[in-house]
């Protein structure tokens, strides 16, 4: 280690002066972002063999660690920043948030009680508070953060098995003979977090029933019924069922308003996954959005994805925290505080014990846009999103598969000389990885009844009209460049 005793930690002239590198090092990189490829040309296993097999075995100076970030890190990065990534749904973190990243490791808390970090356990309450209202969420409403919507999403799901309190499952878990089969209930769309919940909680893979969706990939709440009757004739106890908004494929909107009904007649619990989507019912004519969700028993919606909050932070809503708490809380003497009574001990509501300091770069965030700056990008990235979609419909080389709630666009490549959905499927695939190998673009795929789908999402914090013009320029010359070339 490179101080005068060879022990400890860095000197604060040390850490000074490597902070202010550092710093800089990250404004040129948002400010140079767009001189980047934004996938990397590399293949597997080529940042490990720049890489020594073995740990130091003395210290090094950081001016070389910071020198291998460009040397080593940087040749192995997709560039999540960059305003031309498009795929999956982005995450871009704002300035704002990365100044509260890097505080809240300064700190380096663990909210696990109040007592071991009031600042983290009270700015956490009011932070949620603060989003609840933002996106009009009713005040019954209790919050709690986590890291993932899939952690979100489990949780909510454990609250579901709790909720039922003949169960046991608490006492006697998931071996018990006499538990009846659970059943859990998501679209055919739904994202795959769920099933992992599944296979997280014992409910198994099996547990699970896929409702079909319409041809705007909803969920039918006719199904939905005609699968929770044929169920409990069958055995089966119907637990959970999950609707979302904004599905992962195509940002479809379950219809909640229609399922949350059967849920509170069939006594079952309702859980909301609005993880990439929720945050936009900030927006005033977006807000119908949530309907049917004031009824729901447990909702997640991620900042970190699209509110520009570094990954990672996703919020869980719960009408029940009693509930979420008694499927959780265990509580050994060393962690007992005189002000438990008092306060919120969020340890009491999952699995973690140790809680970073999160609500921090979300308070950042929150602070610095406020709510009309947050709106003002909503609207346009909501804006873009339908300008591109026009393109794709008045291009007759190309056809969109699916609706534009929000600024996801599903679409494909359709050459008139392609026949079969085979060669089509096949020339789609190539498009995109033509596409995503230019370095210029990135985008993903999904499926939709079988086919081929390329996906296009305007979600960046970065991304402005001209970076959506040139994403459409470099699709459509790719296309005719593969077209020319391509051989059945």
Known sequence: MHNKNNIGDASIEEFQKYGHELIDWVAGYLKNIENYPVLPNIKPGDIKKRLPENPPEKGEPLSEILADIDKIVMPGMTHWQHPSFMAYFNSTASGAGILGEILSAAFNTNGMLWKSAPASNEIEEVTINWFRQLIGLPNYFWGIIYDTASVSSMHAIAAAREYNQNLQIRQKGMINKELPKLRLYASEQAHSSIDKAALTLGIGLEGIRKIPVDNEFKMIPEELEKAIREDKQNGWLPFCVTATIGTTSTTSIDPVELIAPICRKENIWLHVDAAHAGVIAMVPEMKFILKGVEQADSFVVNPHKWMFVPIDLSLLYTKHPKILKSAFSLVPEYLKTAEDDLVNNYMDY????????????????????????????????????????????????????????????????????????????????????????????????????????????????????????AAWDVIRKTFDSLLKSYRN
Request: hydrophobic share 40%; charged share 25%.
């Open 350 to 469: 999952g699995i973690q014990l140790g809680r970073r300091f999160r609500s921090l770069k979300f308070w950042f965030v929150m602070r610095y846009f406020g709510k009309e700056g947050l709106i003002a990008v909503y609207r346009e990235h909501l804006r873009l999103g339908k300008l591109f979609a026009s393109w794709i419909d008045n291009d007759p080389n190309f056809e969109r598969l699916a609706p534009v709630p929000f600024s996801t666009v599903c679409f494909r490549a359709v050459p008139t000389k392609l026949k079969t959905e085979e060669e089509l499927n096949k020339f789609n695939e190539r498009l995109i990885n033509e596409i995503n190998s230019t370095g210029k673009l990135f985008l993903s795929h999904t499926k939709l009844n079988g086919v081929f789908t390329i996906r296009l999402v305007v979600s960046g914090l970065r991304t402005t009209e001209k970076h959506v013009y």
